[in-house]
C-alpha cells in the first residue's frame, strides 16, 4: 500500500508561483495515478490535476479548467516524487491540497482514489 506525504504548502501573495511535493513510500508508485484535489472549509473535495505514466505509452494528464494553463503536474518515478507547480496564484486558490493515487487511469472523482496524503495549506492573498 503506497503512503503519501505533502510538503510545500504556506502563504503568498497572489500572482506568485508555488510548488508542491508529494512522495510516496514505495516504488509501486510508478504503476499508480497520482493526483491533487484541495478543499476548503465546507466544501466538497476539488480535483486540481491527475498524472499517469504508463511503459511504451507515455503520460497522461488530467487537469481542472479552473487551472489550466496556471499548473503543471509530473512526477519523477525514480524518486517516487510528484510535483505540483503553480504560477500565478489566485485568492481563489487558498485550500488544502491534498495528494492522493490509485491503480488505473487518472479520474477526477475523489472516491476513485484509495491513498491519501494528510494535506498541506496553500493561502493566497491578495
Same mark, same amino acid.
Given at each position: 500500500?503506497?503512503?503519501? +506525504?505533502? *510538503?510545500?504548502? &504556506?502563504?503568498?501573495?497572489?500572482?506568485? !508561483? @508555488?510548488?508542491? $511535493?508529494?512522495? =510516496?513510500?514505495? $516504488?509501486? *508508485? #510508478?504503476?499508480?495515478?497520482?493526483?491533487? *484535489? +484541495?478543499? %476548503?472549509?465546507? /466544501?466538497? @473535495?476539488?480535483?486540481?490535476?491527475?498524472?499517469?505514466?504508463?511503459?511504451?505509452?507515455? %503520460?497522461?494528464?488530467?487537469?481542472?479548467? !479552473?487551472?489550466?494553463? +496556471? *499548473?503543471?503536474? !509530473? +512526477?519523477? #518515478?525514480?524518486?517516487?516524487? !510528484?510535483? @505540483? &507547480?503553480? /504560477? #500565478? @496564484?489566485?485568492?481563489?486558490?487558498? =485550500?488544502?491540497?491534498?495528494? =492522493? =493515487?490509485?491503480?488505473?487511469?487518472?479520474?477526477?472523482?475523489?472516491?476513485?482514489? #484509495?491513498?491519501?496524503?494528510?494535506?498541506?495549506?496553500?493561502?493566497?492573498? $491578495?
Amino acid at each position: 500500500q503506497v503512503q503519501l +506525504r505533502e *510538503f510545500g504548502g &504556506r502563504s503568498v501573495q497572489a500572482g506568485e !508561483s @508555488l510548488k508542491l $511535493s508529494c512522495v =510516496a513510500t514505495e $516504488s509501486s *508508485f #510508478n504503476s499508480y495515478t497520482m493526483a491533487w *484535489f +484541495r478543499q %476548503t472549509p465546507g /466544501k466538497e @473535495l476539488e480535483f486540481v490535476a491527475a498524472i499517469i505514466q504508463i511503459v511504451m505509452i507515455g %503520460t497522461q494528464w488530467e487537469y481542472a479548467d !479552473s487551472v489550466k494553463g +496556471r *499548473f503543471t503536474l !509530473s +512526477r519523477d #518515478n525514480a524518486e517516487k516524487d !510528484s510535483y @505540483l &507547480r503553480m /504560477k #500565478n @496564484l489566485e485568492p481563489g486558490d487558498t =485550500a488544502v491540497y491534498f495528494c =492522493a =493515487a490509485r491503480k488505473g487511469s487518472p479520474t477526477t472523482s475523489p472516491q476513485s482514489y #484509495n491513498t491519501w496524503g494528510q494535506g498541506t495549506q496553500v493561502t493566497v492573498s $491578495s
